[in-house]
């Protein structure tokens, strides 16, 4: 089994809507982000979490909340989907290896989002 | 805004050739440097970490760093067409902190 999922894989919703992206991880990582990617623009981050009682902004955050249910689960909302918020959304954890001095990221299969 | 920057590509280089794919950064309190591959609608997927000056070799995969010039580089020897992807330089300033992503080289190898 993949360690990071997310759920939808694909989702295509409506402006206004109001949308729930998920994602769980085994890696036993304390560490969760939410990015997205744009054709052009790459990878944008846009809320991370290091702990369950700990959530930051990151540089996109507008339009965009979440939740991190447990350490193994972190969810994105979109209140009220708009159009420009069609994009490729990933989920990753980190962790500090034995011997590292950096935390790595591992990235979910991602969602792809479409707002009509 | 710190910033990641790499040629969009595409770069093109034929089957058995080494490919060179550059990234420079602009805050020197980079500490540490990774490379993601990302094949088209897929996750980005990590290649290799370096985190010292000097050069960092994993089979067919070379990273060099040089922290005086904010640069860090990937070969890749023995370029397969199964290397066609676009690959991500990614940069953490505070450990732990997230990544700060470039937008990515295209490499298209050739048969």
């Known amino acids: 089994d993949a360690d990071v999922t997310q759920t939808p894989r694909n989702r295509i919703t409506k402006t206004g809507k109001r949308i729930m992206l998920e994602c769980s991880q085994t890696?036993?990582?304390?560490?969760m982000y939410w990015y997205r990617q744009d054709p052009g623009l790459g990878l944008r981050l846009i809320y991370y979490?290091?702990?369950?009682?700990?959530?930051n902004k990151g540089e996109i955050s507008d339009g965009y909340s979440v939740s991190r249910q447990a350490q193994a689960k972190f969810s994105l909302s979109l209140e009220s989907a708009i159009p420009n918020q069609t994009a490729l959304y990933f989920c990753?954890?980190?962790?500090?290896?034995?011997?590292?001095?950096?935390?790595?990221?591992?990235f979910g299969p991602g969602t792809r989002l479409t707002v009509t | 805004q710190k910033e990641v920057e790499q040629n969009s590509g595409p770069l093109s280089v034929p089957e058995g050739a080494i490919a060179s794919l550059n990234c420079t950064y602009s805050?020197?309190?980079?500490?540490?440097f990774f490379w993601y591959r990302q094949y088209s609608g897929k996750s980005p997927e990590l290649i290799m970490f370096?985190?010292?000056?000097g050069d960092k070799e994993d089979g067919r995969f070379t990273a060099q760093l040089n922290k005086a010039s904010q640069y860090v580089s990937l070969l890749i020897r023995d370029s397969q067409p199964s290397d066609s992807a676009t690959y991500l330089c990614?940069?953490?300033?505070?450990?732990?902190?997230?990544?700060?992503f470039g937008k990515g080289t295209s490499l298209l190898v050739t048969p």
């Open positions: 979490s290091f702990d369950v009682k700990d959530i």
């Open positions: 890696k036993g990582h304390d560490r």
């Open positions: 370096i985190y010292s000056n």
């Open positions: 990753a954890t980190s962790d500090k290896p034995s011997g590292r001095s950096s935390y790595e990221q591992y």
């Open positions: 990614a940069v953490n300033v505070n450990s732990g902190y997230a990544l700060n």
């Open positions: 805050d020197r309190g980079s500490q540490s």
